[in-house]
Each structure stands twice: as C-alpha cells, then as structure tokens.
C-alpha cells in the first residue's frame, strides 16, 4: 500500500502466517526487538495477532513489510500514538537473518515516517533500541533519528541488564526525499 524504494508496507493476512510464527520464534530475532519476557507463539496466538491487526485501531497499527516483487520480510508500526502530543513510538523487525542487511530495514522505517508524518500528522517519531544494537542504531540514524539519551539498566536480558537508547526524529528534521 505504501510503497518505498525496495519494500512495500501493506496489511497483514493469514496467508503471512506461517512467516510471522517462524519469525516470533526465532529468539535471536526477538531478543533485540522486544524488552518482555520471550515465550514461544502457537500457531493459533499468531493466527489471532493477525486477526486483530485492524485500522479500526486507535493508537496500534501494524503492517507487513513486503519486497517490491511480493516477499513477506518481516512488520513494522506504531505501537503507541499520543494523539495529544503527536507523538507515535515505532517498531520493526525484519524477521529473517538472511533478509537483513539489503537495505529493507531502513527503508520500511522511511516508509513509516512518510506515513507518520504525511499521512497521521505526528510531530516526532520516537522509539527506545537496545544499545548494543548497532544494525538498528544505524538504520535509525540512517533515516534521520537523532540519540537523545541513555536509559540504564532497562532491560534485563541473558542474565544481566542492558541500556536502551532513546532516539527521536521531529517532523521538522524530517527529509522526505528520504522516503523516495
Ligand atoms: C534493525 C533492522 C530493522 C535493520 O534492518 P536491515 O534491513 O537489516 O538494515 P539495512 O540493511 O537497512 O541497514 C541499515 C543500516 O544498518 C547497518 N547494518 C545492517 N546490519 C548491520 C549489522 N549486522 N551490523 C552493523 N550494522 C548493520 C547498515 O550498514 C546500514 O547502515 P548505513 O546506512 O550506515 O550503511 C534489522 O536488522 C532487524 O530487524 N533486526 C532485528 C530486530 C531489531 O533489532 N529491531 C529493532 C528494535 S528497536
């Protein structure tokens, strides 16, 4: 539906399913991407998260992100808008190890802001990233996120705790030729 340079975020469908519940149960994937307790998925938990992914929601949307020639490469969205403040807290993961690293990744995040910005009229997107997340530091700084400080000892993770980084972009940084 929205389109970029290599990926397109559309709608997710059952017919992802299988790619989301290998995907959600990769933990080398999630460990980065999510700050909870990592427990495997079922086939049915999965078939009802995408069940629910609906535009009827007021504050969570998600979309798949596919390759321009059709391939599920993994979800992105806003997990929290504050429609006050306008501010939207983002996510992603690019699901498969052997997808990462092509340039997807950022491009569905200038995607996103395209959306965010353009489409929702947020003023600043916003996210929290592990800090010994380099690929993520990188693909947010490549798309214009600034760092805006560090949070400690957030995440207990493999039996110790992890900072996050707080990263940031305002919609008056934003450079939409980066979405072309
Ligand atoms: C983070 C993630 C979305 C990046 O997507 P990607 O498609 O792999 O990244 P891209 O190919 O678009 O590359 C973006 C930047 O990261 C860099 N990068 C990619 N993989 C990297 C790696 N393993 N180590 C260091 N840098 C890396 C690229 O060189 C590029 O930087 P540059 O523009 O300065 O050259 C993806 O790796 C992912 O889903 N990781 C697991 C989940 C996760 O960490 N989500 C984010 C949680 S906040």
């Known amino acids: ?15 992802d399913l299988d790619d989301v519940l290998r995907q959600v149960n990769d933990y080398d994937s999630v460990r980065m991407s999510a700050s909870g307790i990592i427990l495997p998925a079922t086939r ?7 069940s ?5 929601g007021h504050g969570e949307y998600q ?3 596919e390759t321009l020639d059709g391939r599920y490469v993994g ?11 306008r501010v939207g807290l983002i996510g992603i993961l690019i699901g498969d190890a052997g997808m990462r690293g092509h340039g997807y990744g950022s ?14 009229n947020l003023n600043k997107l916003s996210l929290t990233v592990m800090a ?7 693909c947010y700084s490549a798309c214009g996120f600034k760092a805006e400080g560090n949070l400690r000892g957030e995440v207990w993770r493999e039996g110790s705790y992890h900072d996050l980084v707080a990263m940031g972009l305002l919609r008056g940084e ?3 030729d980066r979405a072309r």
């Open 75 to 85: 979800g992105c969205g806003f997990h929290k808008i504050d429609w006050k403040n």
């Open 174 to 176: 934003w450079n939409d």
């Open 107 to 120: 491009d569905a995040v200038r995607v996103l802001c395209r959306v965010g910005y353009n489409e929702m």
């Open 52 to 56: 629910q992914q609906t535009s009827m």
């Open 63 to 65: 979309f798949a992100i």
């Open 44 to 50: 049915d938990d999965e078939s009802r998260w995408i």
């Open 132 to 138: 010994d997340n380099t690929a993520a530091i990188r």
């Open 1 to 15: 539906m929205y389109q970029g340079r290599k990926v397109r975020l559309r709608a997710y469908s059952q017919l």
